[in-house]
């Protein structure tokens, strides 16, 4: 099985990739804590490259900045490809699947949080799901 849950923060504002026949895709990375403090006293993190596809990348290009604390959940996968150099480099990603918004910031943030959309307009937006209310989570 091959799933993976994680909730961090954005690291800096997506950026939405437009592909060929219509496709777009947003890769971003998420800073998750260590629960634990380092021999400096200092929480680590663990910095998280994510890719999104779809509908579901445009909205997380739409409604997420650096500093937004979201989940997602989906699975891991390695990739290759030849760099400018001609070197082969290797990639272990996240594919989203699903995110949560728990704390939205606005991109190029200045610190306010986005308040969640009214219900009327979520109806279409199935594949991720907006706090009714502000959700305050323990920062790992």
Not at 16 to 42: D, M, W
Not at 54 to 64: N, Q, S, T
Not at 101 to 106: A, Q, S, T
Not at 111 to 132: M, N, S, Y
């Amino acid at each position: 099985m091959n799933q993976v849950g994680l909730v961090g923060r954005l690291t800096k504002d997506p950026v939405l990739r437009p592909l060929s026949g219509n496709r777009v895709q947003a890769h971003f990375t998420l800073a998750i804590n260590r629960n634990y403090k380092n021999s400096r006293g200092e929480v680590d993190a663990d910095f998280i490259l994510c890719t999104v596809w779809g509908r579901l990348a445009e909205h997380i290009v739409k409604y997420c900045g650096k500093g937004s604390l979201i989940g997602v959940n989906g699975r891991i996968q390695s990739r290759s490809f030849l760099n400018e150099k001609s070197t082969k480099v290797f990639i272990t990603e996240v594919v989203v699947e699903d995110v949560r918004f728990y704390r939205l910031k606005p991109r190029d943030s200045d610190g306010a949080v986005v308040p969640p959309k009214p219900p009327d307009e979520q109806e279409g937006l199935k594949d991720f799901v907006l706090p009714e209310a502000e959700v305050q989570l323990p920062v790992i």
